[in-house]
């Protein structure tokens, strides 16, 4: 799986949009971007993944370049429950057996 | 559609005891992975599992540590002769069977505190 590069930490107004950059510039045309958080304590979450297209679902929106190498996830409206370390993974998926490895992650703190 | 279940959540051993940590994968769900996270640091794969077979272990430590996956029945991560440094997180996660872009599910974390 190709390595990710993230920022160590972020901090973001509650309220405001959170943009969390990854950078993915050995990415293969058959790995998918996923995206987790883990919430102190607590397992980790699915959030969102894609292939080539923009995503959006309840939870976030994905936004992959067109060169694929690198990704932003967008909470629209943070609050103060979305503290967590975030985690951007590139990964093979035609097969389940293909594991998630994680990095180190992005920590954002959620300011009221 | 319930999640990934795990239990015990929480589990205190005294060093050279054994740990049996149990994990229900998603209904529907034949693949089962366990990570493990020290305190303060990541998340670490340890083994995947489909029903009856494992299928990687090379993250899991070479002693003490096995796996297993019954046809019936939770996957089951045992710790045998526990020693502090043993002391972590474990994680399960479940995903379906071969689908193109499937997404792994994890379950909320057995605590294990050896003493």
């Known amino acids: 799986d190709a390595k990710t590069t993230q920022p160590p930490s972020m901090d973001c107004a509650e309220g405001r949009a959170a943009n969390l950059p990854c950078n993915h510039s050995t990415i293969s045309g058959n790995e998918y971007v996923y995206w987790y958080r883990q919430i102190h304590s607590q397992g980790p979450q699915y959030i969102i993944h894609g292939l080539k297209n923009n995503e959006t679902n309840e939870m976030a929106s994905l936004i992959i370049t067109e060169d694929r190498k690198s990704s932003t996830l967008i909470l629209p409206h943070a609050t103060l429950r979305d503290t967590a370390v975030y985690y951007c993974i590139v990964r093979v998926a035609l097969h389940a057996g293909n594991m998630l490895t994680f990095g180190g992650g992005t920590r954002l703190m959620v300011k009221p | 559609n319930a999640g990934v279940m795990q239990n015990p959540r929480h589990l205190v051993r005294r060093r050279g005891q054994e740990a049996r940590l149990r994990c229900s994968p998603m209904k529907g769900h034949s693949h089962v992975y366990w990570y493990r996270q020290l305190p303060e640091e990541g998340l670490k794969f340890m083994v995947y599992?489909?029903?009856?077979?494992?299928?990687?272990e090379s993250g899991m430590p070479k002693e003490r540590f096995s796996a297993e996956f019954p046809k019936e029945g939770p996957s089951i991560l045992r710790i045998q002769q526990v020693v502090r440094g043993d002391s972590a997180a474990y994680f399960c996660?479940?995903?379906?069977?071969?689908?193109?872009?499937?997404?792994?599910?994890f379950g909320e974390g057995s605590w294990l505190t050896v003493v």
């Open positions: 996660a479940s995903s379906h069977r071969e689908v193109s872009g499937n997404t792994i599910y």
């Open positions: 599992l489909q029903k009856e077979n494992i299928i990687d």
